[in-house]
């Protein structure tokens, strides 16, 4: 990616909503302060978009974030850093909550009316059909959040990557007969996990049982909740499966299992091993092994794309994904030695 005004604000070190006022001509700055960020730019060979110092001008200072299922944890972790970023700048955050992913389209509308928002954030939701046609009718500067299309600037996780690794790592510690809780197919994060759980399981010979996949598709969250993962793993257990490792596509349905393990005769790690993916604040404190997100991180990335893409439009559609890392604790054993 080439320069951006957060380099431009910190080499002329003034602030980004500085930088900011500066390129859409604010009488708020002072002549001395616009002459060096000016400066600052050329030397760096940063140019602002005529057209988009007048839509600044003209429209709504108001960045709008379309998020599935808000109440869940990943997506406040992701909200807290777009938060933190745009507390530099003059922008406010509106969020439009859509509690399934049929409801993304209705509320997407909402946001792209015309003059309500400055720029548009789409989180987790594929943009196919409706929702592509739609986001092409319309002018509006668009980021998508933990999803990806390739006519749109992007930030996402490796979710594949992430569910190899998952599947990487409960081999070596000695697991033979994995679970997998997941949710909604229609997810692309988590069919994307389980794209790579399987196919790091195939790598050493191991076939991913079909009774062995719990898939929460119309519950709350679409899956991606503590219920969903107490209710799969009681099912297992139910139905006489007894796996001696779990992928849970998220840490809230690991930790719901967790629970249901709680009253069985199965002890984690030593009857079954378990392992997450985001890192929420919460897999800490209760020793959940999981693959890590840097969650702050991408909803900071998500702004910085979103102000290239107001003030520079003509730029090259850039798309960021973040690796996955993967943090060992207690509901996994350690490697078993070959």
Known sequence: MGITIYDIAEAAGVSIATVSRVFNDNPRVSESTRAAVMEVA?????????SAR??????TETISAIVPMLSNYFYAEVLKG?????????????????????????????????????????FSAPVIDGLEQRLQQSDIPVVLVDCYHPAYDSISTDNRRGGEVA???????????????????????????????????????????????IV??????????????YEGMTKLLEAGIKPDGLFATSDVQAIGAMEALR?????????????GFDDLPIARYVGLTTLRQPM??????????????????????????????????????EHVAV
């Open 296 to 333: 702050s991180e991408m909803g900071a990335r998500a702004f910085e794309l979103l102000m290239e893409r107001m003030t520079r439009p003509a730029n090259t559609v850039a798309h960021t994904v973040f690796a996955p890392t993967l943090i060992p604790r207690t509901t996994t054993r």
């Open 42 to 50: 050329d030397q760096l060979g940063y140019q602002p978009h005529a």
């Open 263 to 275: 009253h069985s005769d199965m002890n984690i790690p030593e009857h079954i091993q378990i392992i």
């Open 167 to 213: 599947a990487d790592y409960l081999l070596s510690t000695g697991v033979r007969n994995p679970a997998v809780l997941m949710a909604n197919p229609h997810s692309v994060p988590a069919s994307h996990r389980l794209e790579g759980f399987r196919h790091g399981l195939s790598r050493q010979g191991i076939t991913l049982e079909e009774d062995h996949l």
């Open 216 to 229: 929460s598709s119309m519950g709350y969250h679409d899956g991606f909740n503590e219920q969903a993962g």
């Open 54 to 59: 007048s839509l600044a001008r003209q429209q």
């Open 82 to 122: 777009l938060q933190d970023r745009m507390a530099e700048t003059s922008f406010d955050l509106l969020v439009y909550s859509a509690p399934t992913l049929d409801e993304v389209e209705g509320q997407l509308e909402k946001a792209l009316h015309r003059g309500r928002s400055a720029g548009v954030m789409l």
